[in-house]
Nanobody
Framework: VQLQASGGGLVQAGGSLRLSCAAS????????MAWFRQAPGKEREFVAS????????DYADSVKGRFTISRVNAKNTVYLQMNSLKPEDTAVYHC???????????????WGQGTQVTVSS
């Protein structure tokens, strides 16, 4: 599985962005998908995950109520809608695919390149 993230950019605090992650391969629909982020000088952290059927989703406490993960298997794409953005959301966001869904403990098998999100105050 190859993953390509897009949709990052510069936005003011309180604004919104939608990230997309396009996957190659016929088996996209069988993978759990997730978003992680890494801010400068910090470790990579879990943001959100979604099961293959979209029946289960999980979010980091820091983004609950503001971010929404979704997927369209027919388009081999997973999304991250980010609302009410804060400066502390500034990071490089990576999408990932995992053979098993395990909420915030998801262990990706594949990683995409990141897309930069910068939130100005």
């Amino acid at each position: 599985v190859q993953l390509q993230a897009s949709g990052g950019g510069l936005v003011q605090a309180g604004g919104s962005l939608r990230l997309s992650c396009a996957a190659s391969g016929r088996t996209f629909g069988s993978y759990a998908m997730a978003w992680f982020r890494q801010a400068p000088g910090k470790e990579r952290e879990f943001v959100a995950s979604i099961s293959w059927s979209s029946s289960r989703k999980d979010y980091a406490d820091s983004v609950k109520g503001r971010f929404t993960i979704s997927r369209v298997n027919a388009k081999n794409t997973v999304y991250l809608q980010m609302n009410s953005l804060k400066p502390e959301d500034t990071a490089v966001y990576h999408c990932a695919a995992a053979a098993y869904y395990s909420g915030s403990n998801v262990r990706p098998d594949y990683w995409g390149q990141g897309t930069q999100v910068t939130v100005s105050s």
